[in-house]
């Protein structure tokens, strides 16, 4: 059986245009990761289910996973790459940095690539949200505790400016806390 016959696509990935060949049958996640060298993309599950390889294509969320790169031919694509800029991190990522959001970092980029679209249309979540919005993300590490923290804290910083305040990390369920003593 022969390959199929390449095609041609021309993309924007964080504000840089490509113009490549590519096999018919390759991945948006590959081709950002083995053609473009854009590795911050993860690839977990493969199925679309983990989130890890979350991008914003046109401004929305996607599995890059679950889309062929010729699916893309004309439009724009967002990385984590595309956060931070010669200023330094994204409110976001500074935001998941302080509040300890992350651990291992692999289901980071994805998350990240969620929360600036989420954010955009709920600039003041409530909990509940924001853990709603976590849903379809899977964190091995963390609990999600911190990362609920780290979008308050971002959405705190996107609405009232960077200097937001950092917020005191979030307990975790798994730690007893102890009652005060009555009277106090």
């Known amino acids: 059986m022969t390959a199929p016959n390449p095609v041609r696509l021309t993309v924007s990935v964080n504000g840089e245009s490509h113009d490549r060949s590519v096999e018919p049958r390759l991945l948006l996640?590959?081709?950002?990761?083995?053609?473009?060298?854009?590795?911050?993309?993860?690839?977990?599950?493969?199925?679309?289910?983990?989130g890890?390889?979350?991008?914003?294509?046109?401004?929305?969320?996607?599995?890059?996973?679950?889309?062929?790169a010729v699916q893309v031919d004309g439009c724009s694509v967002r990385t984590v790459e595309g956060l931070a800029d010669a200023e330094g991190l994204d409110p976001i990522q500074q935001s998941f940095r302080e509040a300890h959001g992350l651990q291992c970092g692999f289901c980071t980029p994805g998350i990240l690539m969620t929360v600036v679209r989420f954010l955009e249309?709920?600039?003041?979540?409530?909990?509940?949200?924001?853990?709603?919005?976590?849903?379809?993300?899977?964190?091995?590490?963390?609990?999600?505790?911190?990362?609920?923290?780290?979008?308050?804290?971002?959405?705190?910083?996107?609405?009232?400016?960077?200097?937001?305040?950092?917020?005191?990390?979030?307990?975790?369920?798994?730690t007893p806390?102890?009652?005060?003593?009555?009277?106090?």
């Open 29 to 50: 996640s590959d081709f950002l990761r083995h053609e473009l060298g854009l590795c911050g993309t993860h690839v977990g599950c493969e199925h679309g289910v983990c």
């Open 52 to 68: 890890a390889c979350t991008v914003l294509l046109d401004g929305e969320p996607v599995r890059s996973c679950l889309l062929f």
């Open 121 to 174: 249309e709920n600039p003041r979540p409530s909990e509940r949200e924001i853990r709603e919005m976590l849903s379809g993300h899977l964190c091995r590490c963390t609990g999600y505790h911190n990362i609920v923290a780290a979008v308050r804290l971002a959405a705190t910083r996107l609405t009232e400016g960077m200097a937001a305040p950092t917020p005191a990390p979030v307990q975790a369920a798994s």
């Open 177 to 184: 806390v102890e009652a005060a003593p009555a009277g106090e």
